[in-house]
Nanobody
Framework: QVQLVESGGGLVQPGGSLRLSCAAS????????VGWYRQAPGKQRELVATITRGGNTNYADSVKGRFTISRDNAKNTLYLQMNSLNPEDTAVYYC?????????????WGQGTQVTVSS
């Protein structure tokens, strides 16, 4: 079982930066693909960025070049560095861990952290 807890959200002005953190309950990065999703009011939850167990990263076109996903295995923590924020980035951000085994698929979600970009 994996527990994920997000932190680091808050209010920031357009053009500003935030770093989100997702603390995992165990050493999961060797076996799970982990990433960040976000959901704005009235919109579907969307992929922001992922990083695989092999370290490959993937970004949504809307954030590529502005956001950076990373992890610290020793701290069991996932990060999302968000730069050049704009109001379109306002959403609840969730961290996610995903793994497929012969026994089935395992997926875990954090509770989310609010990011608000506003003047």
């Amino acid at each position: 079982q994996v527990q994920l807890v997000e932190s680091g959200g808050g209010l920031v002005q357009p053009g500003g930066s935030l770093r989100l953190s997702c603390a995992a309950s165990g050493s999961i990065f060797s076996i799970y693909t982990v990433g960040w999703y976000r959901q704005a009011p009235g919109k579907q939850r969307e992929l922001v960025a992922t990083i695989t167990r092999g370290g490959n990263t993937n970004y949504a076109d809307s954030v590529k070049g502005r956001f950076t996903i990373s992890r610290d295995n020793a701290k069991n923590t996932l990060y999302l560095q968000m730069n050049s924020l704009n109001p379109e980035d306002t959403a609840v951000y969730y961290c996610n861990a995903y793994r497929t085994t012969l026994g089935g698929t395992y997926q875990y979600w954090g509770q989310g952290t609010q990011v608000t970009v506003s003047s």
